[in-house]
């Protein structure tokens, strides 16, 4: 069936490090896909999204990787600081026109100060 | 910018009662706003899809019935539980877009407890 998911359910990272957080999407139709961060007790952030006729996009400190031969997305985060602790999701929209994504999993973070 | 506001973030209420949730785009005009619930430690799964002035459309296994939408407005939408049950305690979240090509952008969720 169609999914998402993710390879890791928990990452745990020294700070300064860098985080490298990865999502798998079965449906090579899906045409954009976005990087969310949920903190305890609070609604998805945006973070970064990516349309599929990318491979990468860069932001601040955050940048989303895309391999559509693999159907691979990455969430790399630079630096990273005690405030990244989080869970990550990422989200698919899954074929154009679609109204509603579909989320992973979800990763938990956990920075080491 | 982009700012949800989802009101109440709290609520505990008895077997029986009818629970009403608020999300508000507060700088844009939320052409689509989508309602989520999550359970602990879990993803987010889409209860319904609703645009602005029109009926909402629920996922499968989603009771229209006991989770009414009203989205009358390009700024405001309601999720109304119905005769809530313990089993409805969960997280509700929603989030809204603009238009067809920009992100959702998410409230803070409203925790639900029912006793």
């Known amino acids: 069936g169609e999914s998402v998911g993710l390879h890791l359910p928990t990452l745990s990272v020294q700070e300064g490090d860098n985080s490298i957080i990865n999502c798998a999407y079965s449906?090579?139709?899906?045409?954009?896909f976005i990087w969310y961060k949920q903190e305890s007790g609070k609604g998805p952030q945006f973070i970064i999204d990516?349309?599929?006729?990318?491979d990468k996009r860069q932001g601040q400190r955050v940048t989303v990787l895309l391999n559509k031969t693999v159907k691979h997305l990455s969430l790399q985060i630079a630096a990273t600081q005690p405030g990244d602790s989080a869970v990550y999701f990422c989200?698919?929209?899954?074929?154009?026109?679609?109204?509603?994504?579909?989320f992973g999993t979800g990763t938990r973070l956990t920075v080491i100060p | 910018g982009a700012v949800v506001s989802q009101h109440p973030s709290w609520v505990i209420c008895k077997s029986g009662t009818s629970v009403k949730i608020e999300c508000r785009s507060l700088?844009?005009?939320?052409?689509?706003m989508f309602w989520y619930r999550q359970f602990p430690k879990q993803s987010l799964m889409l209860m319904a899809t609703?645009?602005?002035?029109?009926?909402?459309?629920?996922e499968q296994g989603v009771e229209k019935d006991k989770f009414l939408i009203n989205h009358a407005s390009l700024t405001l939408s309601t999720l109304t539980v119905t005769s809530a049950h313990p089993e409805d305690s969960s997280f509700y979240i929603c989030?809204?877009?603009?238009?067809?090509?920009?992100?959702?952008?998410f409230g803070d969720g409203t925790r639900l407890s029912i006793l």
């Open positions: 989030s809204a877009r603009e238009g067809e090509v920009r992100p959702q952008h």
């Open positions: 449906n090579s139709a899906s045409d954009y």
């Open positions: 990516i349309r599929s006729n990318m």
């Open positions: 989200a698919e929209k899954k074929r154009a026109g679609a109204n509603n994504l579909f």
């Open positions: 700088d844009f005009q939320a052409t689509t």
């Open positions: 609703s645009n602005e002035g029109s009926k909402a459309t629920y």
